[in-house]
Nanobody, 119 residues
């Protein structure tokens, strides 16, 4: 059974740094797209950053220049490097993946990891 496993959330001070990681595993598949979303209390889930199959990336305006999304060679793992985080970056961060299985496509969400930016 294919699943996404996230790690790396926690408490970080403003101006610090934090790394989130997400790995897709558990079956035969190829990765089309992986991304990070976040949801703050009382707000809708929003896109943070995308890593595409052609290795292109896209960022939300709010995190451009501060966050970096990257992937390993096999493209089944993505990381989000958060530099100079701000209190408004506090949210539950979710990994998302669009996968191609032998017989179908599959969209998956991770379980979410809490990131709290506070001094």
């Amino acid at each position: 059974q294919v699943q996404l496993v996230e790690s790396g959330g926690g408490l970080v001070q403003p101006g610090g740094s934090l790394r989130l990681s997400c790995t897709a595993s558990g079956g035969v598949f190829s990765v089309d797209t992986m991304a990070w979303y976040r949801q703050a209390p009382g707000k809708q889930r929003e896109l943070v950053a995308v890593f595409n199959d052609d290795r292109s990336t896209k960022y939300a305006d709010a995190v451009k220049g501060r966050f970096t999304i990257s992937s390993n060679g096999a493209k089944n793992t993505i990381q989000l490097e958060m530099h100079n985080p701000r209190p408004e970056d506090t949210a539950v961060y979710y990994c998302y993946a669009e996968l191609m299985l032998p017989d179908r496509s599959l969209e998956l969400w991770g379980q979410g990891t809490q990131v709290t930016v506070s001094s």
